[in-house]
């Protein structure tokens, strides 16, 4: 190699630090991204914690339980209507659903979305608990349960609760 081609390069120096300012394209889709996704976060998690919605579905997990388990009979009957009760108490208040019995408690899950409660399944339910006789039929209680669970939401917005 001869030296004089050499001698004519540039001499060797390090490149100028980056800047701060504009960032890179990657950061700039970052950054679009979090402004995205920061209010939909904030949304979901005040969706997620409405405690209406944590209330249903604490009711509905106890009574997929009270489904999956061994209880029959009347002792059934005791864990669904005590579940029903509570939902119900939580929901529109000790004034509204703590004091009634028999048919009025049947009439008001009726209008609070179950109308399978206020007919023949709600009467077998009551008679059941309550060491009646009647007929037992454990899947139709269930089924009429899980219906006032999911509708009575609603019916308790109405009455201001």
């Known amino acids: ?17 980056p800047a701060w300012w504009p960032p890179a394209p990657g950061w700039w889709g970052a950054g679009v991204l979090f402004v995205l996704l920061l209010p939909a976060l ?15 579905r604490a009711a509905l997990r106890e009574l997929r339980l009270i489904r999956t388990s061994a209880v029959e009979g009347p002792a059934a ?3 669904i209507e005590s579940l029903l009760r509570r939902y119900a108490v939580t929901l529109y208040g000790r ?4 004091r009634l019995t ?17 007919g023949e399944a709600g009467r077998s339910l009551l008679a059941a608990a309550f060491g009646g006789s009647g ?9 009429a349960a899980a219906e006032f669970i ?6 308790s917005r109405r009455h201001g609760r």
């Open 135 to 143: 007929p037992i039929d454990r899947e139709s209680w269930l089924t």
């Open 95 to 98: 004034d509204i659903a703590a």
């Open 77 to 79: 009957a005791r864990a």
């Open 42 to 56: 904030v949304i979901a998690a005040r969706w997620w914690r409405q405690p209406r919605r944590r209330f249903r």
């Open 102 to 118: 028999g048919a009025a408690w049947l009439e008001f899950a009726g209008t609070a979305g179950a109308e399978q409660l206020a």
């Open 1 to 17: 190699m001869s030296a004089d081609w050499l001698s004519q390069l540039a001499p060797a120096h390090a490149p100028s630090p």
């Open 150 to 155: 999911r509708r009575a939401a609603e019916g």
